[in-house]
């Protein structure tokens, strides 16, 4: 009775879920990579079955002008490359994160899973927006889908460090946690594309007309601002550091003028 009782025990304890117990770092990662790579090999399987010119049409349409028929292609083009962009920024922002997390959990990889299975509807979203007909309502619900799309496979990334921040002594690299090197950094790369995505989706509510411009000019400007993250948010912490430098000098600039003068002075 005991040894059962004992073995009943120790299964509750095993195949107890906890959402805070670790979980193999190496593991999330390898598993992100994976899906991340063979979500760009579809992207780019779709660019080449159905946007290559037949030689025929070259010859009878463009007049053996391959650049002409390829130029007939251009929105496809354009809408692979920002795809693939989007891509490439958000698995850059993926390794960044893990690249501060010393200790992955449960949690965070559920989280992990929820943006990965976002991530995996990027060919989805690349499809929609270079099938339809330019300015048609379809065109502007497939670039909604899009950032919506987007939107979550961000959004989750930005939640998987909200829950590295809520045990930053194990789960984070010290010059990553709240006051550290790239915590401010971290947190606007982090809140960049959920910010820009859902941003782009209301323009496209609002101004339908120039939904396809907007969501190609959230594409392209999106890697330029990382760039520009980078330098406000080292100018910004400079100046803070001043603007603290200079009040800490002026208080030990009191306190040895207070401690100069005499205790009559002092008093009056």
């Known amino acids: 009775g005991q040894r ?9 304890e095993t195949f107890t879920f906890y959402l805070s117990e670790p979980l193999s770092k190496e593991r999330v990662e390898a598993f992100s990579d994976g899906v991340y ?3 760009a090999t579809l992207l780019i399987l ?11 049409e070259v010859e009878e349409k463009f007049h053996g002008s391959l650049l002409e028929a390829l130029s007939e292609y251009g929105p496809n083009y354009l809408a692979y490359f920002g795809s693939f962009v989007t891509i490439g920024l958000l698995w850059f922002v993926h390794h960044s994160l893990f690249l501060y997390v010393t200790k992955a959990t449960r949690l965070m990889g559920l989280l992990n899973i929820l943006s990965l299975a976002f991530i995996g509807g990027l060919p989805l979203a690349y499809q929609l927006t270079s099938e339809f007909a330019e300015k048609s309502h379809n065109e502007i619900e497939a670039i909604q889908v899009s ?3 987007t939107f979550f496979a961000s959004i989750f990334q930005f939640a998987i460090w909200t829950t590295a921040l809520l045990n930053e002594e194990e789960t984070l690299h010290a010059f990553a946690r709240y006051g550290g090197k790239e915590h401010a950094f971290m947190f606007a ?4 594309y959920p ?7 209301f323009l496209t509510c609002l101004l339908s007309e ?6 190609h000019l959230m594409q392209i400007v999106i890697p330029f601002a990382f760039l520009a993250l980078r330098i406000f948010v080292r100018i910004s912490l400079t100046a803070i550091k001043s603007v603290m430098s200079l009040s800490r000098r002026k208080v030990v600039l009191l306190e040895e003028e207070e401690a100069c003068l005499s205790p009559n002075e002092t008093l009056s």
């Not at 910010?195 to 989706?201: M, N, P």
């Open 210 to 215: 120039f939904s396809t411009a907007i969501f």
């Open 46 to 56: 779709d660019i080449c079955e159905d946007n290559v010119p037949d030689p025929r």
């Open 4 to 12: 059962g009782e004992q073995e009943e025990h120790h299964s509750l």
């Open 37 to 39: 790579a063979i979500v």
């Open 195 to 201: 910010c820009v995505s859902l941003g782009a989706f």
């Open 147 to 149: 950032c919506v799309i």
């Open 189 to 192: 790369k982090l809140a960049l």
